[in-house]
């Protein structure tokens, strides 16, 4: 595992906060992924959605095209497991109306109280669930 | 064309900072969930810092937007207008918890790993994406019976 460095980790953190803010200063969207994937899939208004999502997906393969990869994705779990986990992603994110870009940063930069619950319940629930599963019931 | 353009680079700049930031690794995030390895050491505190970096750029950012009559390319500012804690919100972000504790995924980097080609990745974002329209489904089907 990649070292923990604070520098690149708030850098890389101020670029989310840019794209959030800029989309909202030029098209006044909010910046939370399940809801724009949520939306481009059953909603109208598809197209800036598709957008947003396509550079998602390029800004990584123009970092691997000047030789700065992605590194792979390391993810020992069964693939049932990764397609259980996607559901419940998939499924809770757009009951609950965000994850953790839409109410982790957006809702908590406006200082929504709904987002903030949100934000809370995720990170503790996912919390639980990882000490579960790494050091088991009562560990 | 502008709407596209400003999300295209909008999304291209949110794809790096997730790159830049380690984001995408899905044992980066699960060494943030891990609290107990804050006992033993292995907690790794990156995802606080990605989270600190944002809300330092986005809430100073939103508050400016705020002042702003409108968006520059669009009509009105679709600022989120729903601000009930309420069942679905918290069922929401329990099952969302769940899936994000099991494998350290969540829809940003989910996405943004399609770029890996890695087949455990495609698997999870077509799940992901099954379990969208599934809620949307349910929703229609409930609505039509409260109607009914």
Redesign the interface.
Known sequence: MAPFDPISALVGGALIGLAAVLLMLLNGRIAGVSGILGEALTGDDRGWRMAFLIGLVAAPLLLGATGHPLPTPWMPSSFAMVVAAGLLVGFGTRLGGGCTSGHGVCGIARVSPRSITATLVFMATAMVVVAIMRHGFGG | M???????????????????????????V??F????GIGSGTW????A???????????P??V??RR?E???????????T????DR?????????????????????P???????L?S??V??????????????VWRRRNSLEKTA
């Open positions: 502008p709407t596209l353009l400003a999300a295209l680079v909008s999304g291209l700049i949110f794809g790096f900072g997730l790159a830049f930031s380690g984001m995408t690794q899905p044992t980066k699960l060494g969930l891990d609290v107990l790794d505190p990156t995802l810092f990605v989270m600190i970096g944002a809300l330092a750029v986005a809430a950012g939103y400016l937007a702003r409108r968006p520059l390319f669009a009509e009105i500012a679709a600022w989120p729903n601000r009930a804690i679905p919100l918290v069922a929401g972000a329990v099952l969302f918890g769940l899936g994000w504790g099991l494998v350290g995924l969540c829809p940003g989910a996405i943004a790993n399609l770029a890996t890695s455990r990745i698997a999870f974002v077509i799940a992901m994406a099954i379990g969208m329209l599934a809620l949307d």
